[in-house]
């Protein structure tokens, strides 16, 4: 025991001396976090709305209030004729327009039908079509509502709209999507590439020869590199979900030791895939490549973070499927968001626990036949 | 205590069809200082590796310090000190930190390590670069070091493995001193070199030739022998 504790202090050590790395391990996180949240944001966020139309009408007065109401909507200005939208589109003051047809509101009472159209920026199409199918969706809500009302009149058939709701992110935050997503990259980057770069560095710098010709069983060694990383991956785990909580306002929906657990697997399978790498790589470079080329760019792709699983071809699902991460990130999807118990998740943990089992197996008998 | 510090008896080791250790058989004596010479690629490395505990032979058997090359190697690892051709220490721990740590491993309770620190500091007359980082010591400093941390469990052997490459004959001479006092003190060093004039300071040398041991005597011996004046010369024509 003795012997393990004096090689953990030492890897803690190699840590905290390396300035750089440390900061990088700390910050990293933080960084992503606020750069995904506030810079690549394709969400529903102070959408600011130009109408146009009879503002005297009541029927239209309704809908704008109701579009002002709304918490990710307020309505910038009134212009006067649709020709005006392209200049305030121009001039970046408004980021959806809403211009109601002639007599909006006579129209609308004896037929419920009546014009209105919704003007997206199509300059920027993703947010556009997230901006204009809310606000479709705002206004048809008041519709039915319209029609509910009349419904009581006999005669007049309401006609039927069908209303898209999203349920448990209505108003599609995309820091839904990403927080599990950077949670599950950071911890893989964190426990993947610095344990096998710190294995390796051993190898080349010779000083693993050292540690192996010592009484210290090689299983003790890769452990003590091991822990100092848990920690590391531990103390990121609780930065990014508390800056996910209280900055972006994810809820944290279900059990939060559900969630801890589930990162534990997943950082004992990403410590293993760092073993298995340190024992496959020559050389710091080729552990580096191998980590950011065969590991943080195909889970950056595959694991849905970026591009919707379903929607890839066949084969590149199955392939998909073999990424620890996809699993990892779907669990924490399901746990945070949905606020599921372990039961909905329990395809997904014990597919992440056989993956680490195997992993860890794998790693460290081919660690040991290295040795021989 | 009559027994010899290693004993080695028809070791061979394979690695698929290449035989890098040829059925060799050898003794080194308690307290002598034993030179393991050969070409690069005769096979030192991979014998070294058998008697650290570090790899098992394929066939064959012996003993380091009393123990079974086969079935107790964790036993060897605890009675065998090791100090490597590249340097032995953490560079980016302080001098004291890695006394400690090698203090730790080798199992030495944290007053023995402190004992020890004070004994080892004392006699390197480096008190003064305690909380030096070991990446900043001159390069004999570092090696004297090295040596003095591979002996810290006090081992009844000690393995150095190209322990004076890259450093001026001055400081190897004073690194051999070193050498001499523990031998005096009755560890067992066993020692592979690339300079010929470290050869001489050996009490027996064994030369490896393609995975056998051509040769195996004192240096004294050799030279009449072969009829040379100095050991470069026996290796020569040994290894030719």
């Keep these: 025991m003795k012997e393990f504790t004096a090689s953990v202090v030492k890897e803690f050590r190699h840590i905290f001396r390396d300035r750089r790395t440390i900061l990088i391990a700390m910050v990293m996180p933080v960084v992503q976090i606020i750069l995904f949240g506030f810079a690549v944001s394709t969400e529903v966020n102070d959408v600011r709305v130009a109408v146009c139309g009879d503002l005297a009408d009541p029927a239209v007065r309704n809908l704008v209030d109701r579009i002002d109401n709304n918490r990710y909507l307020s309505v910038s200005g009134s212009l006067s004729s649709p020709s005006e939208i392209t200049g305030v589109f121009r001039r970046n003051v408004a980021d959806a327009a809403v211009c109601f047809g002639r007599n909006f509101g006579e129209n609308l009472a004896p037929s419920g039908r009546a014009q209105v159209r919704i003007i997206g920026d199509g300059s920027d199409p993703n947010t556009a079509q997230m901006i204009t199918g809310y606000l479709k969706g705002v206004i048809q809500s008041e519709q039915t509502e319209a029609e509910v009302a009349f419904a009581g009149e006999g005669e007049r058939k309401a006609s039927m709209a069908p209303v898209v709701q999203l349920m448990y992110n209505p108003a599609m935050k995309s820091s839904y999507n990403f927080v599990p997503g950077v949670m599950g990259l950071i911890l893989m980057l964190i426990c993947t590439m610095m344990t096998s770069v710190s294995i390796v560095r051993e190898k080349e710098t010779g000083t693993l020869e050292l540690l192996l010709v010592s009484p210290v069983k090689p299983l003790w060694i890769i452990l003590s590199k091991m822990i100092p990383y848990l920690v590391l991956s531990a103390v990121n785990f609780a930065t990014i979900l508390l800056l996910s909580h209280y900055v972006m306002e994810v809820p944290i929906n279900g059990s939060l030791l559900l969630l801890c657990f589930a990162a534990l697997v997943f950082v004992v399978t990403s410590l293993a895939l760092g073993l298995l790498i340190s024992v496959i790589s020559p050389n710091q470079r080729t552990a580096l490549l191998i980590c950011g080329m065969g590991l943080t760019m195909p889970t950056m792709i595959f694991s849905g973070i970026i591009f919707p699983c379903e929607s890839m071809p066949e084969v590149l699902q199955w392939f998909s499927d073999i990424i620890p991460a996809k699993w990892f990130i779907i669990i924490v999807k399901k746990i945070m968001i949905q606020g599921t118990g372990l039961v909905s998740a329990a395809k997904e943990m014990t597919i992440l626990a056989v993956m680490a089992a195997f992993l860890l197996a794998v790693s460290i008998k081919s660690f040991r036949t290295r040795l021989q | ?240």
């Excluded at chain 2, 890098?20 to 393991?36: C, H, L, P, Q």
Aim: glycine share 10%; charged share 30%.
């Design chain 2, 1 to 240: 205590m009559d027994r010899n510090a290693v004993e080695i008896r028809n070791l061979t080791k394979k690695f698929g069809d290449f035989t890098a250790v040829d059925n060799i058989s050898f003794n080194v004596r308690k307290g002598e200082i034993f030179g393991f010479l050969g070409a690069n690629g005769a096979g030192k490395t991979t014998a070294m590796r058998i008697l650290c505990g570090l790899s098992l032979p394929t066939a064959g058997e012996g003993t380091v310090a009393g123990y079974d090359i086969n079935t107790q190697q964790e036993k060897i690892k605890r009675h065998i000190g090791y100090m490597s051709q590249k340097f032995s220490l953490y560079p980016d721990l302080t001098v004291r930190e890695n006394i400690r740590l090698f203090g730790g491993i080798y199992g030495l309770r944290d007053r023995q390590i402190r004992e020890k620190t004070d004994a080892l500091l004392g006699m390197l007359e480096m008190q003064s670069e305690k909380d030096r980082f070991a990446g900043s010591l001159p390069l004999g400093w570092k090696q004297k070091l090295a040596f003095s941390i591979a002996m810290i469990h006090d081992p009844e052997i000690i393995f150095l493995d190209e322990p004076t490459g890259g450093v001026d004959p001055e400081t190897r001479r004073r690194f051999w001193e070193m050498i001499y006092d523990a031998s005096e003190k009755g560890t067992t060093v066993f020692v592979t070199t690339h300079y010929m004039d470290e050869a001489e300071y050996c009490d027996r040398v064994s030369v490896m030739v393609d995975g056998r041991i051509a040769a195996l005597d004192s240096p004294e011996r050799l030279k009449s022998e072969y009829g040379a004046d100095n050991m470069d010369e026996v290796f020569r024509i040994i290894v030719r």
